[in-house]
């Protein structure tokens, strides 16, 4: 029996359920608290900044020799801005940190900050894409004059003859509005210095502490041997808790600067206001496509609205490039044209959120998909059929090469398991009472676990991938894993627990695996991006691997027998076809204690390093709603995902990966919207004006599995973690389409809110009551 | 600085004395001034639910009252749930049913869902899907919540039987 497929409850819980959890704040007990005083406004330049008299409040003036945040992508149209950990001269967005008070607690520093009075002279500010992109628009940063960050043009080579000759163009112009990632616990970090070593020890929310460290120390301009990050229990991440931000600058610059302790836990509206925002695009595409359905061609000019800076490390690149890259999702096509821009604005800048950039590109071929289906008479799971791709590898117009998958296989499943026509059926009697019932489906890939190779395509100044991973059996036979893979809710301690014991032979429970601590893990990458249990996963095997052969070299030795007939296995070593055995524990013992007797060298310890290209996981979502056409109100009545993530580790978690997934992707699709007005005050800074999903809004998911097998990873296990946020809003979207299908209206903003649905409808061609 | 107040606090049956700042939230005072950590902040105003605590056996938004406004009630905190390594059955129920993941949520869903059985321990489902819609996960999608609650509800209310 093995302890991979096994729902085995997770290691990690008993703490976090006693109340025993170990966050950020909870670090806080004897520091001095911090408060940032920030810009009220957009745009303008710094006049002048009055401090109180007495209370330690500190400007950018007095960060002597701190250099800016300054990501670095080796792409001739990258226009470099760095971000002033503190600005002195201008401030471009609301929320912008500009000075810092510091006092006993945090009601006192938040009392402090207030008399500090920051003089700005407003200029207008640039606030989205039009704005930003004419003619005549100010330049946000004068080191990039067209607000363009960076900018990513293709053009096939015979795509304008294969549009002209296509039988049907459909067009889509589709919005994704501003949303935030939103973790429950907002950013937060403690700063130590240590008198007797003179270092800083800087506790952290945050997904990839190494990063952290390099990026704080460059900043700072001293040696990353001066700085200890530790990644505590962090309170959710989805990616905005992976970028380097100014507050972990000041706050180590602050504890080193007054020789102590110091704390900043920012509230809710401060997470909003500046941490990093997402999703804000306006894609523009035309599809061109033959009688049958075959799409032949896609035209898309994509637009991101990056913010007022680019993100440390990933860069603005992050969306707009790939969505360039990957826009044609499991789709088979060989001509295309692209133009993906991403633009700034004084607005808050943009960040990963789980599923970067496809969340949108899905929405976007999904709906194109709908919509050609529509418009050349077929149906819309058939055209899907005709497009998708069967051949692997497949290599995408803009060089992607997909591995095996099952797109149209989980397709198929899908809508099997729906039974489609029961719902036509259905929709047809709830449309004679007049209820709008519609039914949508998005197929999509999931590209996980890429190293450096794929990464290094990206020419960023820093390029992540790898994983490293120690592992340690100590002489009682109990097992440590230090992974540079930063979990924070995954349950990935879990996961590599089973992937070690069916290796080891020693049950999960005895294998610890720690993480987040730059001085107790080798330089890794934190966790984002569906990576962990295929790179981290990938390392820990290969680490696993070697401590078993090490361990059935022991054991030939000791019962003096044939390595390869040794098994490992419910804490023992056995040699096959007899019943010689010894308990795992003696042989490490021995390895340690009684090494001069083994001829090999003391000690169990092994590591192991894993550098893969990716793998791409791949499912289908299918969505039923009914769409209330008085109130613009969604109610989601069914939602079934068919998930291709190769071999499941350990289902359960697998499959909250995916239920909490979807639920970012419900609430995206129809509730979550970043809203500033035209003066660029941001008007949702608290969760009664931004709404993630309740326990109302999320029905229980039907969750079926295929499994591919790729060799691209060797743990045969496909990433999981963002699927479900990239699928849900391009099956919500399309279920509403189709149920206001008799108004004739299109769905092409997300969020989907009921104020955008009534709209829709009251403008719709055909009159509500006809 | 306002002038602290000393007053004294029944937090899962054990005494506190504490000195705070009438302006000091029972979030806060638990946390900071009895080590109580486990009660979580997500949004201090009141939406996200998680540092729900118990006071006189209601559930309470711990954010929205002050700490001296809890003197002299029975506060209850997820701290006082287990019974040393003994789990409470909508622990257990957390726990097995895979009801948490970054777990920052979970110390409140779990005092809410506490108070809620401990006052109609035969909710429909409809009925708990309303009284767990108080608090915000962003993790699990709920469905696990749902089920974990759900689950205890049975067991607490075998236990009475």
Redesign the interface.
């Known amino acids: 029996m093995t302890w991979i497929g096994r ?1 085995l ?2 290691l ?3 703490a ?6 170990n ?1 950020v ?2 670090h806080a ?1 004897g520091a001095l608290h911090v408060t940032f005083v920030r810009s009220a406004l957009a745009a303008g330049d710094i006049v002048g900044i009055e401090r109180p008299a007495e209370g330690l409040v500190f400007t950018g003036a007095d960060l002597d020799g701190v250099g800016p945040i300054r990501p670095v992508l080796h792409r001739p149209d990258y226009r470099a801005v760095g971000q002033p950990v503190l600005p002195v001269e201008r401030v471009v967005f609301p929320g912008q940190a500009v000075a810092v008070a510091v006092a006993a607690s945090a ?2 520093a938040e ?1 402090l900050a207030e008399q500090v009075f920051i003089d700005i002279d407003p200029i207008e500010p640039i606030l989205d894409f039009d704005a930003a992109l004419a003619a005549d628009a100010r330049a946000v940063h004068p080191e990039a004059p067209e607000n363009v960050l960076v900018e990513g043009r293709l053009e096939t080579p015979g795509f304008a003859e294969t549009v002209a000759s296509a039988h049907a163009v459909v067009e889509l112009e589709l919005r994704s509005r501003r949303q935030s990632a ?5 950013r937060g970090g403690v700063a130590s210095f240590d008198e007797a070593t003179g270092r800083v020890t800087l506790v952290a929310s945050v997904q990839m502490p190494h990063m952290l460290r390099t990026g704080i120390t460059d900043c700072l301009g001293i040696p990353e041997s001066d700085l200890r990050v530790v990644a505590p ?4 991440g ?1 990616g905005q808790k992976m970028s380097l931000f100014p507050e972990y600058v000041v706050l180590v610059w602050l504890a080193r600067r007054l020789r102590g302790k110091v704390a900043w ?1 920012e ?2 509206r401060e997470n909003f206001l500046a941490s990093a925002h997402s999703r804000d695009q306006a894609f523009t595409v035309r599809g061109a496509f033959a009688a049958d359905g075959e799409l032949l061609a896609l035209e898309a000019d994509l637009r991101s609205n990056v913010g007022a800076f680019s993100c440390y490390p990933v860069t603005c690149g992050v969306e707009p490039l790939m969505a360039f890259g990957e826009l044609p999702g499991p789709y088979r096509f060989s001509q295309y044209k692209v133009r993906s821009r991403g633009v700034t604005t004084n607005t808050c800048m943009m960040a990963p959120y789980r599923g970067v950039a496809r969340p949108m590109l899905t929405f976007t071929m999904e709906r194109l998909m709908d919509k050609a289906a529509a418009q050349l008479g077929i149906d819309a799971v058939d055209i899907r059929r005709r497009n998708l791709i069967t051949a692997f590898p497949h290599r995408s117009p803009t060089g992607v090469v997909y591995d095996e998958g099952s797109y149209l296989q989980a397709m198929e499943a899908a809508v099997a398991h729906v039974d489609i026509p029961a719902f036509r059926a259905r929709q047809a009697e709830a449309r004679r009472h007049g209820r709008c019932l519609g039914l949508g489906v998005s197929v999509f890939s999931e590209r996980t676990g890429y190293g450096t190779p794929v990464f290094a395509q990206r020419m960023m100044g820093i390029v992540p991938g790898y994983e490293s991973v120690d592992l340690v059996m100590d002489p009682s036979g109990n097992v440590e894993v230090r992974i540079g893979a930063s979990p ?4 990935l301690k879990t996961s590599l627990a089973q992937l070690v014991s069916d290796e080891v032979g020693v049950t999960p429970d005895k294998v610890r695996v720690v993480s987040g601590d730059t001085d107790a893990t080798p330089y890794g990458w934190g966790t984002f991006a569906s990576r962990s249990i295929v790179i981290s996963g990938g390392a820990t095997k290969l680490a696993a691997v070697a401590a078993a052969t090490k361990l059935r070299k022991i054991a030939a030795k000791l019962m003096e027998a044939s390595e390869e007939d040794i098994a490992l296995e419910d804490g023992y070593a056995r040699v096959a076809g007899t019943n010689k055995a010894m308990p795992i524990p003696e042989l490490a013992r021995a390895a340690y204690h009684q090494s001069q007797r083994l001829g090999m060298p003391a000690g169990i310890r092994e590591s192991g390093f894993y550098d893969p290209a990716g793998t791409f996981s791949n499912a289908c979502h299918i969505c039923e709603v009914e769409v209330d056409v008085e109130t613009g109100g969604v109610r989601i009545v069914r939602f079934v995902v068919v998930e291709d993530a190769g071999v499941v580790i350990n289902p ?2 697998v ?2 990966q995916i ?6 992707g419900i609430g995206n699709a129809l509730y979550e919207e970043m809203i500033y007005d035209d003066d660029g005050n941001l008007l949702t800074v ?3 004006d931004y709404l ?1 999903p ?3 809004e ?4 039907e969750i079926l599995h295929m499994e591919t097998i790729s060799p691209e990873s060797v743990t045969k296990a496909k990433g999981v973690g963002e699927g ?1 946020t990239i699928g849900a809003p391009a099956a919500v979207l399309n279920a509403v389409a189709d149920a206001l299908s008799p108004f004739g209206v299109e769905i092409n903003v997300m969020p989907a809110t009921p104020e955008r649905i009534r709209a829709a409808i009251r403008n719709a061609k055909v009159p509500a009551d006809a | 600085m306002p002038d602290k107040i000393a007053i004294t606090l029944d937090v899962n049956g054990k005494s506190y004395d504490v000195n705070v700042e009438p302006r000091r939230s029972l979030a806060d005072v638990l946390r900071e001034d009895c080590g109580l950590t486990g009660t979580h902040l997500g949004c201090e105003h009141g939406v996200c639910g998680a540092c729900t605590v118990l006071v006189d056996g209601r559930p309470v938004r711990a954010c929205l009252m002050f700490g001296v406004q809890a003197e002299g009630k029975a506060i209850r905190t997820v701290e006082g749930l287990a019974d040393g390594d003994v789990l409470h059955p909508l622990q257990k129920a957390f726990w097995e049913n895979h009801g948490l993941q970054c777990g920052f949520c979970t110390p409140g869903f779990l005092m809410l869902a506490v108070g809620a059985l401990e006052e109609n321990p035969a909710m429909s489902e409809a009925e708990l899907r309303d009284v767990l819609s108080s608090n915000l996960c962003r993790c699990t999608g709920y469905q696990n919540i749902v089920k974990a609650v759900r689950l205890a509800a049975d067991e607490m209310r075998a236990r009475r039987a």
């Open positions: 729902s409850p997770r990690e819980d008993p976090l359920l006693k109340g025993r959890g966050y704040a909870d007990k009601a006192e009392d939103m973790p429950l616990e907002p229990d962090v309170g959710g989805f836990i509230d809710r924070h809710g995954q349950g359960m978690i499959d909250g239920a909490g997934g979807v639920a970012q608290s969760l009664a993630p309740t326990a109302l999320v029905p229980d998911l479900g």
